[in-house]
């Protein structure tokens, strides 16, 4: 199965994108047992089908140690040339407090030395406090390392839009910012989209599927008990779900979309990550993979072979009009991490 080019972006003039990305978030463990031989041949199914990108991070448990063993074992399979062909997104999140130089260097190198690269394809920065500054610290030391040339392409994950123009402010290239973005959760709309359309900057958007629950397989069922939230995947959404509206609300969103999916003969996690990949600066949605566990290759690829139309936007907006405000609910783009 090959995907079509429209499933590309070209997200930085070195750097072309499969527009559906592989999250490593499912392998840290919160998600299930990932057997590792079983996770990294996984890997060469999706890299073959067409999904060559991957989002990461430093505390995905062995995500990118994964990326490492997987790029060994495709020179053996294909040759170094080609390992062009893999995008791998990680991201630093320190802890709270003073960053030096040395520590970015530190941070850098484990990244580089795990992942099996000599330069990052991009760094994506988390902060989780906004009252200490020294984000603006760390970012301009993550600047000289990348043009020392260690870091491709400098990027954030969940900064709010007030932060994001501080830092561009200061004169630091953000090329796009990580945020949760679905049908459920809509606040990218409110400000961030506009604002990274007048700065070229683009958003990498997750929690796009609801950890799954976006999907016929959660259609008619009652509110799921504890038990059953199985992930911390699931578990976040769920919440997410109560906060937009409740289980009742989300079942008439599930009974929306089931007949546009049966009309273009895709899925309704298809509808949903295509509404947001069509949202002006979405360059990626990133769907996680419990790779060797659960793979929805083929039902992912179908996000590329229909266009939703005018009648189908406005049946879905008739139930998301039902629903509650989450950025007055909750705040901008990752003010649930703060
Ligand atoms: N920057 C951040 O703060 C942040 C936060 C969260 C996530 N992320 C990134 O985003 C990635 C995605 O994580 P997420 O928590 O947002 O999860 P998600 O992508 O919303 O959900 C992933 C789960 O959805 C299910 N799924 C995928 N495709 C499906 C389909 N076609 N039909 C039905 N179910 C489908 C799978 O469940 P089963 O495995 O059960 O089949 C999969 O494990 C992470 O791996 C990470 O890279 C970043």
Known sequence: MALPVSSRFQFAPD????????????????????????????????????????????????????????RREFVMRHSAQRLSEIQAFTKWVPRPG????????????????????????????HWWDYADRSYLDAL?????????????????????????????????????NQ????????????????????????????????GGLLSEKYHGRPALYRGELNTASLQKYNNM????????????????LKPIADKHQASVADVGIRYILDRPTVAGVIVGTRLGVAQHIADNARV????????????????LAKSRDLMKAIGDCGDEYR
């Open 179 to 210: 945020v949760q973005y679905s049908l459920v959760d809509r606040r990218p709309e409110a400000a961030m989209e506009g604002f990274c359309r007048d700065h070229n900057i683009t958003l990498l958007t997750y929690g796009t599927v609801l």
């Open 15 to 70: 750097v072309s994108i499969c527009r559906i990305l592989n999250g490593m978030w499912q392998v840290s463990g919160a998600h299930g047992h990932i057997d590792p031989r079983r996770a990294i041949a996984e890997m060469f199914a999706y890299h073959d089908a067409g999904f060559t990108s991957w989002d990461l991070a430093d505390h995905y448990g062995p995500a990118e140690d994964f990326i490492g063993e997987f």
């Open 304 to 319: 590329f072979s229909f266009a939703l139309d005018a009648e189908d936007r406005s049946s879905i907006d008739v139930v």
């Open 140 to 176: 301009k030391h993550l600047a000289d390392v990348q043009h020392e040339g260690k870091i491709r392409h400098l990027a954030l994950t969940n900064f709010d839009t007030e932060r994001l123009r501080i830092i561009t402010d200061a004169g630091i290239r953000i090329v796009s």
């Open 98 to 125: 003073r960053v030096t130089r040395r520590m970015v260097d530190d941070a850098i190198g484990r990244s580089l030395s795990r992942m099996d690269v000599e330069c990052l394809d991009l760094l994506q920065f």
């Open 241 to 256: 779900i109560d906060a937009w509206g409740g289980w009742a609300l989300f079942q008439e969103l599930l009974g929306a």
